[in-house]
């Protein structure tokens, strides 16, 4: 096994991890923002649509990593690196609208 898979699996086991915590309701303070944010700013969130939001990118995010197993080209770091971009701004929107509760 070469260097370049140990990270990769490395990376995928930490992620899996933390997805699995914040599912379980048990990392809360891996949820950037959400940990540092005052009382009355996490009342403006339903936190178990947040944490399912963050642990399930959490969780997606490990067949990502293995896209770029193998031979690394730069067809797969395109490839990846597109699709965490994406990922990631799925992830403001729905974090800032499906997971926010409506102000009255």
């Known amino acids: 096994m070469t260097y370049h898979m140990i990270i990769l699996v490395i990376l995928a086991a930490v992620s899996a991890i933390m997805g699995i915590l914040i599912l379980l309701g048990k990392g809360d303070y891996l949820i950037a923002g ?13 936190v178990k649509r947040l944490r399912g939001l963050t642990g399930g990118v959490l969780i997606a995010l490990v067949p990502l990593l293995f896209l770029l197993a193998g031979e690394p080209s730069i ?7 597109t699709l965490v971009f994406v990922l990631c701004i799925l992830v403001v929107v729905l974090a800032n609208t499906w997971a926010k509760k409506k102000s009255k």
């Open 75 to 81: 067809g797969k770091m395109i490839t990846f690196s």
């Open 34 to 46: 959400y940990n540092l944010a005052s009382k009355e700013e996490r009342e403006q969130y339903h």
